[in-house]
């Protein structure tokens, strides 16, 4: 079985997250990808929302959907999520099964940095997907991961959570932006009602 791993903190998710696995999953013929939020990722400041709201959310999008799904390892774990130690989880439950870990083009240049990436890289293939504002380059990768790291087309898509937070502080509209079921969700919550930092 071949699946997408998506991988991130969804604070919230939105549809560029949602075109991009199903991009992938169209491209490398996968069966299901999985969306799997982050506790605390190793770049990144703590989220607006809490790790079960990020999660919800996230299972909200995928609900309904028989070839996606959520993944609650990461939160449930705690602490800092390294992908390698996910991965080797994963790989223990399903030993017979391809993952493909999903990056936009603004991780791609990250990817050096990734802990244990040279194991990583190893065991799972990345596919990095266009983002605007952020150009793709992946010769400029290190040797040992330009052939572990390929590439899939988008219909490329200017929305980010920030920007979702960031509007919804200011009251502005991001209907459509996010699937209606967490749009509900975050109204109901009075998620990032509160004036962006
Ligand atoms: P934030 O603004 O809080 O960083 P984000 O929109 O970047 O949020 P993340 O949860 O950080 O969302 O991203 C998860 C993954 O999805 C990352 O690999 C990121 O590159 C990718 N991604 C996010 N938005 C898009 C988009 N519009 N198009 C393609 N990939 C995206
Ligand atoms: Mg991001």
């Keep these: 079985m071949k699946v997408g791993i998506m991988g991130g903190t969804f604070d919230p998710i939105h549809m560029g997250h949602l075109l991009a696995a199903e991009a992938v999953k169209d491209v490398y013929k996968l069966d299901e990808v ?5 506790h605390l990722p190793p770049h990144k400041q703590a989220a607006g ?3 079960e709201q990020r ?15 959520t993944l609650d390892i990461e939160v449930a774990r705690g602490g800092v999520s390294y992908t390698i130690d996910t991965i080797r989880l994963l790989l223990k439950e399903h030993p017979n099964t391809d993952f493909y ?6 991780m791609v240049n990250y990817l050096p940095k990734w802990e244990r990436i040279d194991e990583l890289a190893q065991l799972i293939t990345f596919i990095g997907v266009g983002r605007p504002g952020f150009d793709l380059h992946l010769d400029d ?9 390929l590439h899939a087309e988008m219909p490329l898509v200017d929305i980010s959570s920030t920007a979702i937070r960031r509007r919804l502080g200011n009251g502005k509209s991001v209907r459509f932006m996010v699937p209606d079921s967490v749009l509900q969700f975050i109204k109901r919550s009075g998620l990032y009602e509160s004036k962006p930092r």
């Design 55 to 69: 999660l919800d959310m996230t299972k909200l999008a995928t609900r309904g959907y028989e070839d996606y799904s």
């Design 141 to 149: 990768l290190p040797e040992f991961l330009q052939e572990r790291v």
């Design 34 to 38: 999985w969306f799997m939020p982050s």
């Design 101 to 106: 870990f999903i990056i936009g083009a603004d």
């Design 49 to 51: 929302a809490t790790g």
